[in-house]
């Protein structure tokens, strides 16, 4: 197989477990720790579809499967509200 061709299949890579979160999302789960006082995950509350993007095409991953998790009372019906505005968002 010529290299190029060699490189072109290594580059396709899918992320099987990838992240998103919508701000309605971030903001929840912000109130939720600054009401127990638990200190915030820095990478999830900067996450950006720009730096998320970024982030796959450095890495050379060419295909994403969203996997979103609730936290903390997720089963909650009002914690499905990020759920609609990740679908919403989608590119």
């Known amino acids: 197989m010529p ?3 060699l490189a072109a299949e290594e580059a396709k890579l899918i992320d099987t477990h990838h992240h998103f ?3 309605p999302y971030q903001k929840a789960w912000a109130d939720w720790e600054d ?3 638990i200190p915030h ?3 999830q509350l900067a996450w950006s579809r ?3 993007i970024e982030a796959m095409d450095k890495n050379g991953v060419t295909t994403s499967v969203l996997s979103f998790r609730g936290r903390n009372g997720a089963r909650q019906a009002r914690a499905l509200r990020p759920v609609r505005a990740a679908v919403d968002a989608r590119p």
Do not use: I
């Open 3 to 5: 290299s190029n061709a």
């Open 21 to 23: 979160y919508p701000p």
């Open 35 to 37: 009401q127990r006082k």
């Open 41 to 43: 995950l820095g990478v």
């Open 50 to 52: 720009d730096q998320d």
